[in-house]
């Protein structure tokens, strides 16, 4: 079976597929990295996927490198094959039910004793001296003129061709019923077999065992079937900053993600997962840890390290570890395109890109399919449901887009907002519902557009509330109490203005916003439109934060310690992005100035707080809420209004007058204060 490590030489020119010699892109970042220009190939010396290939190309290549291939079953007891595949048809060895059976309590007769039998013409019929319940089989026959007690579930005597249902009788006295409508023959009988036949074919191969089908084999009296044996999967995490869940973060790490994602993944896909950990970015321990997973497994699932950078190993580990080797390393993918693939003497080997979203997105589109295939399972059928796109998306061309989407009921039909587009944020996952898909010839999906959206659970729950603006921690707190009462509340960070757009086509029930007008020195209120309508929010305290220990800054106003700051050269400070309401206070204070570290712009308050925590910088400008949950120091500068626009035309719905109670309650209130936020 084992043949020769194969060389890494030569393998990626092997595959001639589509060429897309000039990517400069090396990681899915996401970070909107434009389209790549198609005829720079001088900047791309190193081996940096030469090859791009299709996703279509890629899935061919794999599937073909991969099958026919054929796991061996084994035969489980009904409860322990849940969930897998039937290896091989079951045939009914019995016939369901084996007896012909009374369907209801009453009696056992020959119908052609009732065939004339009416109101008018009571027919009288001996009864027979037993009664058949259930689990007894009768020993007398019905005779001409008897009738024969039986209860739901017994078996039809011999002689009798019908039941009488018990409420359809009178005693007449002496061992006799009076009968008093007619019977057609087979009333009220299940014949031997009418359920399941003899030799029919229960369930087929391939079938995946649920509650139904071990309800069927039971029926049959079958008490263990032959399944395709789970795929063993082992899945690995790679890179040197990967700290497991429930570790403690040390300074520069992040929690592994992957390994928890791809093992439920596997195991949802009828795969046998076993994770083995994050292992470093270290060739020679990671090369020890493959072969042996390899050895133990059927399949190796790995992540990270799938670029071509001097820490990435992986790829060139999976290059000696069996023939073909490396199918495929770059797919036309976003996110996505690290995304590498491999067969090592008949084991699917993949490296999945670094980023979850990424990650996930691939593991779903690219190998999903085959885990089911060999798991025995049929292709996974997911929910689809059609939405219009609000706003246009730009996608790159030459690539298939994922992009996740968060669905909201529009005047007409269903609305797909897209969220979290390649952000790498497994967070964006919460907020979506589904994702869909921009075929690689395309550029765009304009607004407007008709798209098909595919559930990430089988059913869309449209939600009762739906807030689309600005984002603030504060809403966390006001539709608590909504969401306990069993209100879905979807909140879809898009800023204040992208929410006002969102109110203005009635695809919202409330817009967060907070916008200052210049010129009437007042907040939100000039930027209502006709059907919106203003409900106050609470304020934000804004202001500068520093570290506790700083002494630069202790005991200053806002306008002295910026000035504090401007007059010390090693100062850094963080600022935030053009357009956000911060950035226009933060470049009042600095009335023209520009010292180090303004062009540092992170886009939330909280990136602010990590960045002077982590003395990465000195002092920025964030909401005290924010500032207190770092612990840094604060000094108030300017109050911020965080109000709502109403649609108006949905203000009479029973989520939005719960979400106004609930911001008008004493809870409510006391919930903002206790959080540093000043309720209007
Ligand atoms: P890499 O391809 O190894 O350079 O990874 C690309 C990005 O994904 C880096 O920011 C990594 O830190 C991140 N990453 C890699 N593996 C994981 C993981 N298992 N969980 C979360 N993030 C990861
Ligand atoms: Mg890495």
């Keep these: 079976m084992s043949k020769m490590p194969a060389s890494n030489e030569g393998k990626q020119q092997r595959h001639s597929g589509a060429r897309d010699s000039a990517n400069t892109e090396s990681r899915d970042s996401g970070s909107g990295a434009g389209a790549p220009s198609r005829n720079d190939t001088s900047r791309f010396e190193q081996d940096q996927f030469l090859t791009i290939l299709s996703r279509e190309e890629a899935l061919a290549r794999f599937e073909a490198a991969l099958f026919p291939r054929q796991l061996p079953s084994e035969r489980w007891l009904l409860a322990d094959a849940l969930g897998r595949a ?7 060895p019995i016939d369901v039910p084996p007896f012909d059976r009374s369907n209801v309590d009453g009696f056992a007769v020959r119908s052609a004793d009732l065939a004339r039998a009416g109101e008018a013409a009571p027919v009288q019929l001996a009864l027979n001296g037993e009664t058949i319940s259930c689990g007894t089989a009768p020993t007398l026959p019905a005779l001409p003129g008897t009738a024969t007690a039986i209860a739901t579930g017994g078996p039809v005597p011999r002689g009798a061709d019908a039941i009488v249902m018990v409420e359809h009788t009178q005693p007449a006295g002496h061992g006799t019923i009076e009968v008093r409508r007619a019977a057609s ?22 079938t995946m065992i649920g509650s139904r089908e071990i309800g069927m084999l039971a029926a049959c009296g079958i008490a263990d079937v032959r399944v395709v044996r789970r795929p063993r999967v082992a899945i690995l995490s790679t890179g040197d900053e990967l700290v497991q869940p429930g570790e403690k973060l040390r300074p520069a790490a992040i929690y592994d993600t992957n390994g928890a994602i791809v093992t439920a993944a596997i195991a949802e896909n009828g795969g046998d997962a076993s994770f083995l950990g994050a292992i470093a970015d270290n060739e020679a321990m990671l090369e020890a840890v493959m072969r042996k997973a390899l050895a133990d497994s059927d399949m190796l699932v790995l992540s990270g390290g799938t670029s071509k950078g001097a820490g990435d190993v992986s790829h060139r580990i999976i290059a000696r570890l069996g023939e073909p080797g490396i199918i495929a390393h770059g797919v036309a993918l976003k996110p996505g395109k690290p995304l590498c693939l491999a067969v090592c003497d008949g084991k699917p080997v993949v490296i999945l890109p670094g980023f979850p979203t990424s990650a996930m997105f691939t593991f779903h589109d690219m190998i999903v399919p085959a885990l089911r295939r060999m798991a025995g399972l049929p292709p996974r059928s997911d929910a689809k449901v059609a939405a219009k796109v609000p706003v246009r998306i730009a996608s790159e061309l030459g690539r298939t887009e994922f992009v996740m989407v968060s669905l909201v009921e529009g005047a007409d039909g269903l609305i797909a907002y897209p969220g979290g587009k390649g952000s790498g944020a497994i967070t964006s996952f919460a907020q979506a519902d589904g994702f869909l898909k921009i075929e690689a010839l395309a550029d765009q999906l304009p607004a407007g557009s008709e798209a098909e959206v595919t559930l990430f659970t089988p059913h869309v729950r449209v939600p009762d509330l739906v807030i689309v603006g600005s984002h603030c921690t504060g809403l966390d707190l006001v539709t608590a109490p909504l969401a306990h009462a069993g209100l879905v509340v979807r909140s879809i960070a898009v800023g204040s203005l992208g929410g ?15 916008l200052f007008d210049d010129k009437t020195e007042t907040y939100n209120t000039p930027y209502l439109a006709d059907g919106l309508e203003l409900v106050p929010g609470w304020r934000r305290m804004q202001g500068i934060v520093f570290r506790k220990d700083d002494t630069r800054f202790a005991g200053l106003s806002a306008e002295q310690a910026v000035r504090a700051a401007l007059a010390d050269p090693a100062c850094i400070m963080v600022n935030r992005n053009q357009g956000a309401g911060t950035r226009i206070l933060i470049d009042r204070l600095l009335a023209g100035s520009r010292p180090d570290g303004y062009w540092n712009q992170p886009r939330s308050h909280n990136a602010v707080a990590a960045a002077v925590a982590q003395h990465r910088a000195d002092w920025g400008m964030t909401i005290a809420p924010v500032a207190d949950a770092s612990g840094l120091g604060f000094i108030p500068h300017a109050e911020e209004h965080y109000d709502f626009a109403l649609v108006t035309a949905r203000k009479q719905r029973p989520a939005v007058r719960a979400f106004l109670d609930a911001l008008a309650s004493n809870e409510g209130r006391a919930a903002l204060t206790k959080a540093g936020f000043r309720p209007a």
């Excluded at 006002?500 to 907070?514: S, T, V």
């Design 86 to 92: 039937l290896a091989e048809d079951v045939v009914a």
């Design 500 to 514: 006002l757009a969102a109110a203005k086509r009635g695809e919202c029930d409330l817009a967060p916003i907070h």
């Design 185 to 206: 023959p087979g009333q009220f009988v299940s014949y031997a077999g009418s359920d399941i036949a003899r030799g029919e074919a229960l369930l087929r191969a391939g």
